[in-house]
């Protein structure tokens, strides 16, 4: 196969492929509560499968009735939800396709979580985050790219954050705001959660901002759909779209010191390995930029 070939076949490359069950929002403590989750086997995930004993609790945090980001609760005559539509500035459109509504309550389009509805998700229906995943090339002190003994490939490292709620590792990601662009949210939530631009000054974030625009306008997607979150529920889950930043030089972002801000309590370089362990699907999604990144470096 010539050279050309190989990087049109990699331009055309699919994002990384739907997912098509959920494990992380079955079975256990729903989150943040002492709610436990009803039993979901493998094979009774699907809606159109019958599961007569099927009876989840119903749980909606206190914590985010009346809250701004907060949808009211379905039955509130002034509540109508424009299912499956951009609905005002709030999306209600999943990257799934069309979701179903029964008795006024959408359905997570995955299947069955073991509880009803909406837990510490503030929408009913598709949650929308999005994810940047920042990489760099590992370097030695002379300035070369590290190569891995074992596999004998470059080492790929991305910008990981650990998560206040969970203490579990995970892309520095964020919810979309209502009307935000995804690719917004990538980078902001970026610089709020690795950088801790919230302390910056207006002048500081500039400065910031004017230094990193072109690297940051430059994310290629590499996911976008469904999320096994944690926080997920029969009425309720998470979508996200992930978008790759790479500094393949390592003097842009790959030179920047990372301060852990907002709701992280820690923020550092790791080396993107295939069996990392981290928050909800972001192994998959950092797995699948490493695959891209290292086909990239072995096509040059
Ligand atoms: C995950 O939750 C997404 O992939 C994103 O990283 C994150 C957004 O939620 P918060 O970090 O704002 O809680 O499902």
Not at 15 to 43: N, Q, W
Not at 102 to 108: A, E, F, S, T
Request: glycine fraction near 8%.
């Amino acid at each position: 196969m010539n050279i050309i070939l190989v990087g049109l076949l990699l331009m055309i490359r699919p994002a990384l492929s739907m997912m098509i069950t959920h494990f992380k929002c079955r079975g256990g403590v729903y989150p943040r509560s002492s709610i436990e989750r009803f039993p979901v086997p493998d094979d009774k995930v699907s809606w159109a499968v019958d599961y007569k004993e099927y009876k989840p609790r119903n749980h909606t945090a206190q914590s985010i009735h009346g809250k701004p980001w907060a949808d009211p609760e379905i039955g509130d005559p002034e509540f109508k939800p424009n299912w499956n539509h951009l609905d005002k500035n709030v999306d209600r459109q999943s990257y799934t396709g069309q979701y179903k509504v029964v008795d006024n309550y959408p359905l997570n389009p995955i299947g069955r979580t073991g509880i009803s509805g909406r837990g510490v998700l503030g929408r009913w229906g598709p949650n929308h985050a999005a994810d940047p995943v920042v990489t760099r090339w590992k370097r030695l002190q002379s300035g070369e790219v590290e190569i891995d003994k074992n596999s004998n490939k470059p080492i790929l490292q991305f910008v990981a954050i650990k998560r206040g709620d969970t203490g579990e590792w995970a892309l520095p990601g964020g919810m979309v705001d209502p009307g935000e662009k995804v690719t917004t949210t990538a980078v902001r939530e970026f610089r709020e959660e690795a950088i801790n631009s919230l302390v910056m000054s207006q002048g500081e974030l500039k400065a910031w901002e004017a230094k990193f625009e072109s690297f940051f306008s430059d994310g290629e997607e590499v996911y976008k759909g469904y999320v096994d979150d944690p926080r997920n529920t029969d009425n309720a889950w998470m979508e996200t779209a992930a978008y790759n930043f790479h500094d393949d030089g390592g003097h842009v972002v790959g030179a920047l010191n990372l301060h852990a801000g907002d709701d992280a309590v820690g923020a550092t370089w790791v080396d993107a390995t295939p069996d990392l362990k981290l928050y909800a699907s972001h192994s998959s999604i950092v797995k699948e930029v490493l695959e891209r990144r290292l086909n990239a470096f072995s096509q040059v």
